[in-house]
Nanobody, 116 residues
Framework: QVQLVESGGGLVQPGGSLRLSCAAS????????MGWYRQAPGKQRELVAV???????NYADSVKGRFTISRDNAKNTASLQMNSLKPEDTAVYYC??????????WGQGTQVTVSS
């Protein structure tokens, strides 16, 4: 089992920045991919960004050039730096882990609201 704790959400004005963090605990030796998904009201959960153990990244087209995912394997943490935020980025953001055994784990979610 892997437990994930997220932090860093909040309210920000359009054009502003936020940084989300995710700390993993439990059977952390089995973690392969870490990342972030988001779910806006009335919409399906969608991928935002993921990063492999080796640092390979994948981003949703809507956030490329604005968001940056990073990872510290020694501390078992992942972060999402979000710049130039837009109202359409408003959603609950979930930390995500895929293990080497292809199990998935999710954090409890953190609200990000972009509004003036």
């Amino acid at each position: 089992q892997v437990q994930l704790v997220e932090s860093g959400g909040g309210l920000v004005q359009p054009g502003g920045s936020l940084r989300l963090s995710c700390a993993a605990s439990g059977t952390i030796y089995s973690i392969n991919t870490m990342g972030w998904y988001r779910q806006a009201p009335g919409k399906q959960r969608e991928l935002v960004a993921v990063i492999s153990t080796r640092g390979n990244t994948n981003y949703a087209d809507s956030v490329k050039g604005r968001f940056t995912i990073s990872r510290d394997n020694a501390k078992n943490t992942a972060s999402l730096q979000m710049n130039s935020l837009k109202p359409e980025d408003t959603a609950v953001y979930y930390c995500y882990v895929l293990t080497t055994g292809y199990s998935t784990f999710w954090g409890q979610g953190t609200q990000v609201t972009v509004s003036s």
